[in-house]
Nanobody
């Protein structure tokens, strides 16, 4: 099994920034990609971004392009999400996810963290 623990999040004002981090432990040899998705109250889960632990171009959902940046620390099995120019529509619980590829993380991640709340005020 793989355990994912998120940190960061909290409250920000519109136009502000927040940074999320996620560390993986356990059977990390099965992880080839990590990423994030989010879920707002009453809405479906939404993919945010993913990145291969071996490098390569990150995968972003269109609304996040240019505002969010995902980075990885392969040696530490960790990933971070820098969120800039936040809007109230970014308010959601953000979940770290991991899987065998960025596509798996995007559509059907087998591993997920407990989530961290991000609230953006107007």
């Amino acid at each position: 099994q793989v355990q994912l623990v998120e940190s960061g999040g909290g409250l920000a004002q519109a136009g502000g920034s927040l940074r999320l981090s996620c560390a993986a432990s356990g059977r990390t040899s099965s992880i080839m990609a990590m990423g994030w998705f989010r879920q707002a109250p009453g809405k479906e889960r939404e993919f945010v971004a993913a990145i291969s632990t071996r490098g390569g171009h990150p995968d972003y959902a269109d609304p996040m392009k240019g505002r969010f940046t995902i980075t990885r620390d392969g040696a530490k099995n960790a990933v971070s999400l820098q969120m800039d120019n936040l809007t109230p529509e970014d308010t959601a619980v953000y979940y770290c996810a991991a899987g065998s590829s960025t596509s798996v993380v995007r559509f059907r991640p087998p591993y997920r963290g407990q989530g961290t709340q991000v609230t953006v005020s107007s």
